[in-house]
């Protein structure tokens, strides 16, 4: 077994810090869960709506947000504890999973408020993308913050890859609601982790504020690097 470990860490040195794995394992657990919950979703509007048009608009639901409040979470992961931003924007996400099964369960969800909460969903995703990227750095050695970011590609991939199947599984035995509670009890994993970290989820260095200047710079920047544009 000491030899196995060896060998995974000699190939992937990020596992080593405690931190980064935790977290690690406790999001490729949470993304799987949302990974359900996305085609859960589109297949649950198209149930009730047989529209093509609706559908697409869930789309739109999830992308609007993120347009709207992804300058300032960019800039809130800069200034905030990030690991607290996490803890809050998990939760959030996991209420709206909550949310989203007990209505199922009670028939009383309606595309117009499947369109509200996944808005609501994408506006914290806007705010925790940001902070849980930048975490990262946070967790393990520079050295190794090319494997630590290759692994989270590893993680979201294979999340990617299982969720849908098992969300299809649940959805043909009739599961709509059971797959959004699984979702929600996903969220768990990443939040232990989250409040099992002992490293700070803080920037290194001089202390920054959410301010709307520095999301001038931010816009500023970008105008500049045509790569980025």
Known sequence: MSTSLSTLHGRFPALRSRDFRLLWMGQIISQAGTQMQFWAINWHIYALTHSALALG???????????????????????????????????????????????????????????????????????????????????????????????????????????????????????????????????LAVLAALLLLRTGGRAVGSEARVALESLREGLAFVRRESILL
């Open 57 to 187: 608009f869930i789309g739109l639901a999830r992308v609007v947000p993120i347009l709207i409040f992804s300058l300032i979470g960019g800039a809130l992961a800069d200034a905030a504890d990030r690991r607290r931003v996490l803890l809050v924007t998990q939760s959030v996400m996991m209420l709206v999973a909550a949310v989203l099964g007990l209505l199922t369960g009670f028939h009383h969800l309606t595309p117009f408020l499947i369109y509200a909460l996944t808005m609501a969903g994408a506006a914290a995703m806007a705010f925790d993308s940001p902070a849980r990227q930048s975490l990262t750095p946070n967790l393990v050695p520079r050295e190794h913050l090319t494997n630590a970011l290759s692994l989270n590609q590893i993680g979201m991939q294979t999340a990617k890859i299982c969720g849908p199947p098992v969300a299809g599984a649940l959805i043909a035995a009739g599961g709509l609601a059971l797959t959004y509670w699984f979702n929600a009890l996903s969220f």
